[in-house]
């Protein structure tokens, strides 16, 4: 029995929220993930820190903070969101180790001990990912022309162009989910012991660490002396720096 429009539309609605929602759940930023239910620092461009137990989300990031705060109001705050659209606003994400619970820390030096010139198995596991993310322009293509060809050659074709709205919705979230850029000048960097240029304002300050990951739009470094103001001392901290104000400039060994 052929469905009518009506179901056809309805089963494309259903099926394309159930893909996106997958797709929306699977894409947070990787480097931004490793520092998630930690008790982390966020350093703005504007100055603001904003300190509090991160949660990452597709559409942005909640701190919540340990304690109730008030503002300059009187009014008591106990999270602070930064939406994806105000992470231009970033200049870095701090995790300070010494702010860490006991089980955090065991956890975070096992990770380090993992990362710091990475065995051959998590080295051939990275290698086999690079491979998928080379060719994923590709795969997008191949989506495409089948979709262009379906279209045209098959019955389902017509069912295709009149559901072009939800087609196209679940691939735009495909591709903005792609959040990982192959650069190769960093891969082999991966693991090692790096510095790190930061640009604050006008000037720039350098930070050697052991480079753990990179995304499209962040770096992510780990066992780095940081301070935020010059008057600090500085404390052993995990970092995660977008790529506009962070560059990887030296191997450090």
């Known amino acids: 029995m052929m469905l009518n ?3 056809i539309t309805l089963i494309f609605i259903i099926l394309s929220t159930v893909v996106v929602a ?3 759940k699977s894409s947070r930023d990787k480097c931004m993930k490793d520092f998630s239910h930690d008790l982390v620092t966020l350093e703005e461009t504007t100055g603001k820190i904003i300190r509090g137990k991160l949660r990452v989300e597709h559409t942005g990031l909640e701190f919540t903070y340990p304690a109730k705060q ?3 109001n009187g009014h008591d705050e106990m999270s602070c969101i930064l939406y994806k659209y105000e992470y231009s606003n970033i200049q870095t994400l701090i995790r ?3 702010e860490l619970s006991e089980r955090c820390k065991k956890e975070r030096e096992k990770e380090l ?3 710091y010139h990475p065995k051959f198995l998590r080295r051939l596991r990275r290698r086999i990912q690079n491979v998928f993310k080379t060719v994923r322009d590709l795969a997008m293509e191949i989506v495409n022309l089948f979709i262009s060809q379906a279209k045209r050659a098959t019955p ?3 069912v295709l162009t009149s559901q072009k709205k939800y087609v196209s919705q679940v691939k735009e979230e495909l591709m903005g989910s792609i959040g990982t850029s192959f650069e190769p000048l960093l891969e082999r960097y991966i693991g090692n012991k790096v510095v790190l240029e930061l640009i604050k304002g006008d000037k720039i300050f350098k930070y050697p660490g052991i480079l753990k990951d990179y995304t499209a739009e962040f770096i992510e470094i780990m066992d780095v002396d ?3 103001k010059r008057d600090q001392k500085a404390r052993k901290a995990d970092l ?3 790529r506009k104000y962070g560059i990887i400039r030296h191997l450090g060994e």
């Open 5 to 7: 429009t009506f179901t």
């Open 22 to 24: 997958f797709i929306r």
């Open 70 to 72: 008030k503002d300059k």
């Open 96 to 98: 300070y180790h010494d």
């Open 113 to 115: 001990k993992r990362t």
């Open 156 to 158: 389902a074709g017509s």
């Open 226 to 228: 940081y301070r935020i």
């Open 240 to 242: 995660v720096v977008p």
